[in-house]
């Protein structure tokens, strides 16, 4: 009989005559949990006992949860009792193990139905730091006085030294090498220096190296430059013991010369002296996630831009177009960019608006400059070919490139977008160097921009055109005054004039209204165009969260859950912004009819009663049931605003909804227990885009379209009023006051 097969019997026997042992210890933890006292006096001893033991030993309550980790435990498992006591042993059981061999977290699972003693033996577990180990032991349940579930007590043996059996290890290593291989996440095992040790074939597909070449690199090669220090923040961190795994997001460089978004999640391995093997990385690319979540920002910054520039008034060409230059160098996510205004016959570029550190000489400069097309390089194409110019390689050889000023910032990728006005360029806009190559949404996003601005400098000059007209009129007019006494002749004169005028006059608001048509149709149009890839985007998450095309995971779902919840938002702001557009106009569709005051209010209720219940509010209603005319859309409209409003900025307390007649006029007063409003702030609180702040404004969404969009609704269409009366740290009410039926 040879060593090994004697210390295979002694590990045998072992495991059998520690069963009646773990019977024993139940006992003494169940003891434990009743008699606290005599724990206390006890709990020195056992612990020294059962920490002088070779033998693993680890103990969890009824929920799973670890309340005991002996020192053999720790040396088995490179996990010290302070990093497990609390955690759930299913949730730190690996998830990786051999196909087709027993898994622990099976076993544990069914021991716990069962409530019997369950023996397992050689069954294999990667551990923290990726290696093969093949455990063996015994799982007790521990019961309560009822004979119910209350925990588990286990022995542990590492048994993977005693194995004889080579080819059956290397299999399994074999078999654990082609699960890595053929997972469809990104895997690697990098060595402290930062370079790579091992690398799986869906890591190397994702940046396009392969495997040779990136067992010939480190990570630093491949990281955004811009990400790099924050990684290896992280990873010093884990290297200094203060963090055991980390999970973030990065950017990586592909060999294309692509950049890609990934969710990285790294764990560190070490060796049973503490000395650092390797980190294990597992890298997602989430790049089509990241680049939806920028598109959705981009629609909603457009949005607010396209918004902030049609309520300018009475503003300047440098005004203007340095608005429309900044918005448009954030949109494109640009460093550099300018704004310019073609003369009548497209010869001639003036430039109004430019980055200041573009060059040295534009610090000092703050007047417009003139360009001539015919002697301007690549940029002046778009005006001499009417069309966009993307150049994502500037400084490869081009023909039609003239040179730079010497003291001009180097440009590495330029756009041109020019505006035309029946097919003649009346403007250009440019930006330069972004990080990555210009596409087509970068073109809409600034044609979007400044044909706007175009809109509202055509309506700049037409209105200086109707002022030059109307002073022409007064000249004229005091003029032909001045022979009026003089003879009939030029009193026809002036006759003639004043008919002459008044048919320019004529014109000229003609061209105003139909200016203010082109308007309506722009907002529309632009909405319309913005509102079918958002349905889309609805329609296809809502089919992804239901499972028709599979089941999702919940990480997939709740991404998803993300998208569609997103879409639907910016979708009710273009339906605010087009309703009020459509306000403002005097558009907007009225339907006056009889229906019931209670009706309308319950159904508002219905709409928020799943928030409230959630936050645990209580509600008060007082409501008298009368039958009142008016637009109950409209009215249905402005208190569903004001209850999302009261709910959403209470935490804790009421919302009460009080209805009542006086004097012909219905009073309905919305109040909550939230934290109320300064002073200061109720001036500002019906403004267009204005989010009072406070502490849960941050943690609540929306635009500012609410209560400006009800204060409109309210006044124009419903003929009332809205008021707002609030003590801060108390709550507030708002009330709406409208006739019982309309004049």
């Not at 048994?159 to 299999?171: F, N, P, R, S, Y």
């Not at 029946?422 to 073109?443: F, I, P």
């Amino acid at each position: 009989m040879d060593l090994f097969t004697i210390l295979i019997g002694l590990a045998v026997i072992t495991s059998i005559m520690m069963i009646p042992g773990i019977y024993f210890l139940s006992g003494v933890f169940r003891e434990k949990a009743r008699i606290e006292q005599k724990l206390r006096e006890t709990e020195h001893f056992e612990n020294a006992l059962l920490n002088s033991v070779w033998t693993g030993i680890w103990v969890v309550d009824a929920n799973n949860n670890f309340v005991y980790f002996n020192k053999a435990m720790e040396k088995i498992s490179g996990l010290t009792s302070k990093q497990v006591i609390g955690t759930n042993i299913l949730g730190s059981i690996p998830e990786h193990t051999i196909e087709g061999e027993a898994h622990f977290r099976d076993i544990f699972l069914q021991t716990t139905d069962s409530l019997e003693s369950t023996t397992y033996d050689l069954v294999p577990i990667i551990n923290q730091g990726g290696n093969l180990k093949y455990q063996s032991g015994v799982l007790v349940p521990l019961l309560d006085d009822h004979g119910e579930y209350d925990g588990m007590i286990c022995t542990v043996e590492d048994v993977t030294g005693h194995i004889t059996d080579q080819a059956l290890i290397k299999e399994n290593e074999k078999r654990l090498r082609e699960a890595l291989e053929e997972t469809l996440t990104g895997t690697a095992l990098v060595l402290p220096d930062g370079h790579y040790l091992k690398v799986n074939k869906a890591l190397c597909d994702m940046l396009g190296y392969t495997e040779s070449e990136m067992l010939a690199m480190d990570f630093q090669a491949i990281t955004h430059p811009d990400d790099l220090d924050a990684h290896l923040k992280y990873l010093n961190m884990m290297l200094e013991g203060k963090m055991q795994t980390c999970e973030k997001e990065k950017r990586y460089l592909t060999k294309d010369g692509k950049i890609i978004w990934a969710a990285v999640s790294i764990s560190i391995a070490r060796e049973a002296h503490g000395n650092v093997l390797h980190f294990f990385e597992q890298i997602e690319n989430i790049t089509d996630r990241k680049r939806i979540e920028d598109e959705r920002e981009l629609n909603e910054l457009m949005m607010k831009a396209l918004l902030e520039l049609n309520n300018m008034t009475q503003v300047t060409y440098k005004e203007i177009t340095h608005f429309v230059m900044e918005k448009g160098i954030k949109l494109t996510k640009s460093k550099y960019g300018f704004v310019g205004l073609m003369n009548e016959d497209e010869s001639v570029l003036t430039i109004h608006a430019w980055s200041g550190d573009v060059m040295d000489d534009c610090r000092i400069s703050d007047t417009p400059v003139d360009y001539r097309v015919d002697q301007a390089g690549i940029w002046a194409d778009a005006i001499r070919q009417h069309r966009p110019i993307i150049v994502n390689d500037y400084l490869s050889p081009n023909p039609d490139k003239k040179g730079i000023p010497e003291a001009h910032i180097q440009l590495t990728r330029l756009i041109v977008i020019p505006i035309f006005d029946n097919d003649r360029v009346v403007a250009v806009a440019a930006m330069a160097n972004k990080d990555e190559n210009y596409n087509d949404l970068d073109t809409y996003q600034i044609s979007l921009l400044v044909n706007g601005m175009w809109q509202y400098i055509y309506n700049m000059k037409v209105v200086d055109e109707l002022n030059r007209l109307n002073d022409e009129l007064e000249g004229r007019v005091m003029e032909r005054t001045d022979l009026l006494n003089e003879n009939k002749r030029a009193l026809l004169n002036l006759v003639d004039d004043l008919n002459s005028t008044t048919n320019n006059l004529k014109l000229a608001n003609e061209r105003l209204l139909e200016l203010d048509h082109m308007k309506s149709m722009f907002i529309a149009s632009t909405s319309h165009e913005l509102r079918t890839p958002l349905n889309s985007i609805i329609g296809f998450s809502s089919i992804l969260l239901e499972g028709w095309e599979g089941e999702l995971n919940p990480e997939q779902k709740e991404e998803i859950g993300y998208i569609h919840t997103a879409g639907k938002q910016l979708l009710d702001l273009i339906n605010d912004i087009i309703d009020i557009s459509k306000i403002e106009a005097g558009k907007l569709e009225i339907d006056i009819r009889k229906f019931s005051l209670k009706e309308v209010i319950d159904e508002s209720l219905s709409l928020v009663k799943n928030v409230i219940n959630e936050k645990g509010l209580d509600m008060e209603v007082e409501i008298e049931d009368i039958i009142i005319v008016s637009d109950r859309r409209r009215l249905l409209q402005c208190l569903i605003n004001l209850m999302s409003n009261a709910v959403k900025f209470t935490d804790k307390g009421m919302i009460t909804v009080h209805a009542k007649t006086i004097n012909s006029m219905v009073n309905i007063s919305v109040t909550d227990t939230g934290m109320g409003i300064k002073p200061d702030d109720i001036l500002k609180l019906f403004a267009p885009f204005v989010r009072v702040e406070s502490s849960l404004t941050a943690k609540t969404q929306g635009t500012g379209l609410g209560l400006y969009l009800t204060k409109k609704l309210t006044e124009d269409i419903l003929k009332g009023t809205v008021e707002v009366t609030s003590k801060y740290g108390t709550g507030s009410t708002f009330t709406i006051k409208m006739p019982v039926k309309p004049e």
